[in-house]
């Protein structure tokens, strides 16, 4: 079985551009969460959707958004990309949302110049 | 506050035990987990604990939970090079609605020695 699955795995922005990074979940999860992870630290939550339903959001600023569709995958957006947004995307899979099990993708690595 | 220490080195010999601790800071949380990075990779789960439990064996790996101290312990039996890499202890938060978020410790780098 496909585990959680990510893309793009490597990506080079400028500052001011967005970015779109998406997510597909393990086979029949239907939670989505989202994860930075900059060099040195532990990941920091992001944003978690359950049902295609926003159901938690991080402390970040309005220029993170993201969706989850009808196939439970999922994408992640970043307007106005700033140095600092230069790190580690991580992307959970769960069945349920309240804990549990919790695989994560691969990543995709952002860096802004 | 939402915080969860682990110290961030340890070195080991290959064959030996490896005892990687973390405290954590909310009773209430309901699971509480290991995950381990290797450079360039993502976080690959390796066990959890749900909160009524003291403790949990799988294989080499054997994790404590102390719910009074709030302290989480992950031990690795027998081990390998190939165990060398970046391991994260997280707890599960609970926000409203049944729903939570992971906060993760800043990582402990376990070092191999052959």
């Known amino acids: 079985d496909a585990g959680v699955t990510q893309s793009p795995t490597h990506l080079i922005k400028t500052r001011g551009q967005h970015v779109t990074l998406r997510c597909s979940p393990i086979?029949?999860?239907?939670?989505v969460s989202w994860y930075q992870q900059v060099l040195g630290q532990g990941p920091q939550f992001i944003f978690q959707?359950?049902?295609?339903?926003?159901?938690g959001r991080g402390n970040f600023p309005d220029r993170f958004s993201a969706r989850q569709f009808p196939n439970y995958s999922s994408e992640l957006n970043v307007n106005a990309l700033l140095l600092g947004d230069s790190a580690l995307y991580l992307c959970?899979?769960?069945?349920?949302?309240?804990?549990?099990?919790?695989?994560f993708g691969e990543g995709s690595r952002l860096t802004v110049l | 506050g939402e915080d969860v220490e682990q110290s961030l080195f340890l070195s080991v010999r290959e064959g030996d035990s490896s005892v990687i601790n973390c405290t954590y800071t909310?009773?209430?949380?309901?699971?509480l987990y290991w995950y381990k990075q290797e450079p360039g990779a993502g976080l690959q789960l390796l066990t959890y604990?749900?909160?009524?439990?003291d403790m949990k064996q799988d294989q080499r790996l054997t994790v404590l939970l102390n719910k009074k101290d709030k302290h989480l312990s992950l031990r690795i039996a027998d081990t390998q090079t190939g165990d060398s890499a970046i391991y994260f202890c997280?707890?599960?938060?609970?926000?409203?609605?049944?729903?939570?978020?992971?906060?993760f410790g800043q990582g402990t780098t376990l070092q191999v020695k052959p």
């Open positions: 959970a899979s769960s069945l349920g949302s309240a804990g549990g099990e919790l695989f």
């Open positions: 086979s029949g999860h239907k939670s």
């Open positions: 959707y359950y049902e295609k339903e926003e159901r």
């Open positions: 909310d009773s209430s949380s309901t699971y």
């Open positions: 604990i749900f909160s009524n439990m």
């Open positions: 997280a707890e599960f938060l609970s926000l409203s609605g049944n729903t939570g978020k992971l906060i």
